[in-house]
């Protein structure tokens, strides 16, 4: 039975969820809500496979290495607790590793993987050091995307000229730009280049109206990014809140909401080759 909803990005992987993860997939499922969990380093990918072959449909992975968990040796990384205990991190991305993961069928994607400025030196020597950095590892990730004929999840955060740099040597590679929040310009490189616009709670901290007006929807993907990014108050995102966002994209676009939940539904579908 297909699902009435796919969540292309949530983190059930984090450890935030550890106590309720299982629970709260069956309760997705259930739902009708089908979800792929995103890796941000090694462990943390790992889990997103462990947690998907637990389900026989469903419930996919992603595997990579997040940009903000790339050690440059030129900024201090900022661990996110909600995620995984620094001690149990692995911010290493070894290129056999994560193509041994990508075998299993479960595994539909290589992401969240891109590149972020958000806490970059403020000198120019290592600011260079660092952008430097950072592209290697994205490349690397591309590589093995490309590789194995997988499409991609890109994080992008004041980055967008030099992910566009990069991704230029990669035509026909397919992906979604994740929690996007570019300009309208950016959004139009993007449905240019043939890749998606991942849609999530950002929706209602920023005025991206014009951004979703102008994406169609054979383009458009929905997600959460929880516990990220919640569209409602809560203490933590859910995939469950995926009606919100569907609801509030519905509005702006002035179409009916179960038009955008099919569409993305079967985008999200085509994209990650879901079955």
């Not at 591309?142 to 997988?150: F, I, P, R, S, V």
């Not at 609801?247 to 676009?253: G, N, R, T, Y």
Request: proline share 3%.
């Amino acid at each position: 039975m297909k699902p009435e909803f796919v969540d292309t990005h949530s983190h059930i992987n984090f450890n935030i969820f550890k106590k309720e993860a299982l629970v709260l997939m069956e309760k997705c499922l259930n739902e009708k809500i089908w979800l792929l969990n995103v890796g941000t380093e090694y462990n943390t990918s790992k889990k997103a496979v462990e947690y998907a072959k637990k389900f026989e449909n469903g419930v996919y992975a992603a595997i990579g290495l997040h940009p903000l968990y790339v050690n440059t040796g030129v900024v201090d990384l900022k661990i996110d607790k909600s995620e995984f205990d620094s001690k149990e991190s692995n911010l290493i991305f070894d290129y056999k590793k994560f193509k041994d993961f990508a075998f299993d069928k479960k595994v539909v994607a290589i992401g969240e993987i891109g590149l972020d400025y958000w806490y970059k030196p403020k000198t120019t020597g290592k600011k260079e050091i660092f952008k430097q950095k950072q592209k290697e590892i994205f490349i690397q990730q591309l590589d093995l995307a490309k590789e194995l004929g997988l499409p991609v999840i890109i994080h992008c955060r004041l980055a967008f000229n030099d992910i566009f740099e990069v991704l230029k040597n990669y035509k026909g590679l397919k992906g979604v730009f994740h929690c996007f929040s570019g300009t309208l310009e950016e959004t139009k490189k993007v449905l240019g280049s043939g890749f998606y616009i991942g849609f999530n709670g950002i929706i209602f901290k920023k005025d991206l109206d014009i951004v979703i007006k102008e994406t169609p929807l054979n383009k458009m993907l929905l997600e959460t990014d929880c516990p990220y990014l919640c569209p409602v108050k809560s203490n933590k995102n859910t995939p469950l809140n995926l009606k919100y966002i569907c609801k509030k994209i519905a509005e702006i676009k002035k179409v009916s909401f179960d038009e955008i939940a099919k569409e993305t539904t079967e985008n999200a579908i085509k994209l990650f080759n879901l079955k």
